[in-house]
């Protein structure tokens, strides 16, 4: 059963080229939802399969078996595999738990910070404009949501293209997606195979709020042009701003603007294919990684005597 812990770590570096083929054939919204859920489920049971792994590597010294009541140490997998499992997962744990609290803690400060600015500053509507030769513009969550916007900005596209602008960022706060770029910062602290998700999901992230803007302007070559103008202002001095805060000039705008001015995509019979793939992978690593702690909890309770092996 303590191999089986191995599958959980090894199938996330699998999810990338996954995640990118099916942002390419699903429709944005979609693709994004399948990505994001396969991405939790991955890094949830890559983190379990190490927890699981390092149990297992100190039920195995008689001081730690004497403290879990153990009758003798837990003889679950072989020495020469699991002690060195375990040392692993004890530094992998030690830096992902590091590296978690540490980028939590930054983000959280500067999601305070452009929150405390926005407070400052007067709203129409969930229009904040911030006086700056910077030009920037992004959602910002909260209670109420808003679109932060600059005067630079604002002085860089039409009346026609700032509508197209709040129309996107609209669609940002009103699908929540700074949850979804939230969650995909994390994943890709939990296991290095996921950190190249990221930039897929941020990509449908801006893909779909691209796709929801068109359709509330009416207009995919005016939603094409506002965001590239957008994007040549902000290139060469871009804002600070939490990672988790979706903006219309973030991921490949190149792609997103070909995306756009293209006929909206028809879904590809191979998307459901790709799809599907996706969340078997996610479906392999939870049913192996829950039959490994099943396993796990069975040889602690025999070592405890409570059942015969």
Not at 33 to 52: D, E, I, Q, R, Y
Not at 175 to 204: D, K, M, N, Q, T
Not at 256 to 278: D, E, F, Q, Y
Request: glycine share 6%; charged share 15%.
């Amino acid at each position: 059963m303590t191999f089986l812990l191995l599958l959980p770590l090894a199938l996330p570096f699998v999810m990338p080229p996954l995640a990118r083929r099916t942002l390419e054939r699903l429709a944005p919204q979609a693709a994004l939802w399948v990505v994001t859920c396969c991405t939790v489920v991955l890094a949830c049971c890559s983190l379990t399969a190490l927890g699981a792994f390092v149990l297992t590597g100190l039920l195995k010294l008689p001081l730690f078996a004497a403290l879990g009541e153990l009758v003798r140490p837990l003889r679950a997998g072989s020495d020469l595999f699991v002690v060195p499992a375990a040392a692993f997962s004890v530094g992998g744990l030690a830096v992902c738990l590091w590296t978690l609290c540490r980028t939590v803690l930054r983000q959280a400060r500067a999601f305070r910070a452009a929150t405390s600015e926005a407070d400052r500053r007067t709203a129409a509507g969930d229009l904040c404009v911030i006086d700056s030769p910077r030009p920037d513009a992004y959602a910002l969550p909260g209670r109420p949501h808003r679109i932060v916007v600059t005067t630079g900005m604002l002085r860089s596209l039409s009346p026609d293209e700032r509508e197209a602008l709040f129309a996107h960022e609209r669609a940002h706060n009103a699908a929540g997606h700074h949850y979804f770029l939230a969650v995909a910062e994390l994943a890709a602290l939990c296991h290095p195979g996921l950190r190249s998700v990221a930039p897929v999901i941020r990509l449908a992230v801006e893909r779909a709020a691209d796709e929801a803007a068109a359709v509330v302007v009416g207009d995919r070559r005016l939603t094409a042009r506002a965001i590239g103008r957008a994007a040549l202002a902000t290139r060469t001095t871009p804002g600070e701003r939490p990672a988790f805060l979706p903006a219309a000039t973030a991921g490949p705008v190149p792609q997103r603007v070909a995306a756009l001015l293209a006929a909206p995509r028809t879904p590809h019979r191979a998307a459901r294919s790709i799809a599907a793939l996706l969340v078997a992978c996610a479906a392999v690593s939870a049913c192996a990684s829950a039959t490994g702690v099943i396993g796990f909890h069975h040889e602690v309770e025999v070592a405890q005597g409570e059942e015969a092996h």
